[in-house]
Each structure stands twice: as C-alpha cells, then as structure tokens.
C-alpha cells in the first residue's frame, strides 16, 4: 500500500504541473495587464514621438526639396518610421523596469524558487512590450492619417511595420532585462536609456543618410537603426517591397536573436550566483 501511494504522488505532480507554455502564457498575460492598468508608465511613450513628428513636420516641411531628400508627399510620411521606433524604444524599457522592480521588491526570487520555467519568466515579461510595440504602431499610423499621412504600402506595409515593431520591441526589452537582471536596479535600467537615444538621433530616423556628411553620416551608415527605419520608411513613402519588408523585419529578428541570447545568459549568470 506504502509503494502504491509512493508511485500515485509523483504521478499526480507531474499532473498537476503545467507545462512551460502555460507558464510563460501566465507570465505574458501578467506582463500585458500590468501596462494596462499603468497608462501614465507608457502614454509618454505614445505622446513624445507623436510631438516630435509634429514638431519635425511643422519645421522641416521645405527639407524635402533637398537634394538628395526621398521624394514624399510631405514630411510626415518621412517622419512615420522614426516615430515609430522612437515610440518603441520608449516603451520596451518599461517592462525592463518593471523587471528590476521585481527583483528589488523580492519578487523575482520567488519566481525563481518555485517550479516554473526560467525561460517563461524572461520571455513572459518581454511579452507586455512585444504586444505594446505592435500596438504603438498601430496607433501612430492611426492618429497621424487623419493629419496627412498616406501609407503607399497599404494594408501590406501596415502588417510589415507591425511585425517589425513587434519583433523591435522583444530586441530593445531583451538588451534591456539583461541589464535589469544584471544589475537588479531600476534606476540602472531607466539610466541606460538615454544611450538608446543617442543611437536614434545617430541614424537616419530624422534626416536620410544622403543628405548627411562628415563623422554624423559614417555613424548613421554603421549604425543598424538606420536600416531599421529606411525599411519602414520604404514601406511608407515607396509602396509594399520584399527589401523594404526584410529590412523592417530582419534587422530587429537579428537584434532581438542576440539579445534574448544576451539576456538568458544574464539569468544563468543570476542562478549560478544564487
């Protein structure tokens, strides 16, 4: 009867243990509620772009006549794919935040000392800001069509520039939890950021590489945000290609590779310290 209820028990464990989707689906779906009931985390994120793509639009407007300057209806439609990435880089730092928090406040911890899976605890918390990074660029193209903006990549080039925003977001959240976990401090993480900046105004995001000269436009040729947004920018002013595609899914595919890399060696690191 003792062997009996020695084989049932481990039995019923494994049962009752859910499996590392189900895991990382809880961890996701915790991610994607936590931003949803803080607005005032990530509604800057929609809200600094947004200005700056209507402050660029009212001050750059004649910039199109440069020579070398793409040819666009107007500047706005330039200025789409830096909104959005710059949109996405504000944004997929909140969940790294938020990940640092968790492992001030001891939660993380606790996470680790139950029997859940490592990978679901990183990649769950990246979740919020790959649904948020889809979402960002949904709404930019949304808010800015009513004002001018015309998308020649259509329905198309949406879908394109939504996948790259998502696969954006999980490339910038990755680097950024890795530091979080590194560190464990959420003031390191949110300090972090302004090199993100720095590398966005260091790119074509504002201004294309062909009007660029000297130190500034060597940076924005080895700089892979440029080719980042021309994708997207491609995508908006030029019509649907499969170049323009790969270029705004490919690139952050390869980021986010690297990163996500990056990050759970980050955790093994953490677990061996432990």
Not at 113 to 131: D, N, Q
């Amino acid at each position: 009867m003792t062997d009996t209820a020695a084989d049932t028990r481990p039995k019923r464990a494994i049962e009752l243990t859910p499996s590392n989707a189900a895991q990382t689906w809880a961890m996701s779906k915790r991610s994607i509620v936590a931003l949803w009931r803080q607005p005032a985390l990530v509604v800057p994120s929609i809200i600094f772009p947004l200005f700056f793509a209507a402050l660029g639009t009212a001050s750059f407007s004649r910039a199109t006549n440069l020579p070398g300057f793409p040819a666009v209806d107007s500047y706005l439609d330039f200025a789409l794919a830096g909104a959005i990435v710059q949109g996405i880089l504000f944004g997929s730092t909140v969940g790294a935040t938020a990940l640092a928090t968790d492992i001030e406040n001891g939660f993380f911890d606790r996470l680790l000392s139950s029997p859940s899976t490592r990978s679901g605890i990183i990649i769950g918390r990246m979740a919020g800001g790959m649904a948020y990074g889809a979402v960002q660029t949904l709404i930019f193209i949304a808010i800015l069509l009513p004002f001018g903006l015309t998308v020649k990549g259509g329905i198309l080039g949406v879908l394109a520039m939504t996948v790259g925003g998502t696969v954006l977001a999980l490339a910038v959240g990755a680097l950024m939890s890795a530091m979080a976990i590194k560190t464990g401090s959420s003031e390191a993480v949110q300090g972090a950021f302004p090199l993100l900046f720095i590398a966005l105004f260091f790119s074509s995001a504002f201004f294309p590489r062909e009007t660029m000269s000297g130190v500034y436009g060597r940076l924005a040729d080895f700089n892979p945000i440029s080719y980042l947004v021309e994708g997207f920018r491609d995508l908006t002013i030029e019509g649907f290609t499969f170049g323009a595609a790969l270029n705004a899914i490919v690139i952050p595919s390869v980021l986010a590779v690297l990163t996500v890399a990056l990050s759970l060696r980050a955790l093994r690191s953490r677990l061996g310290a432990r």
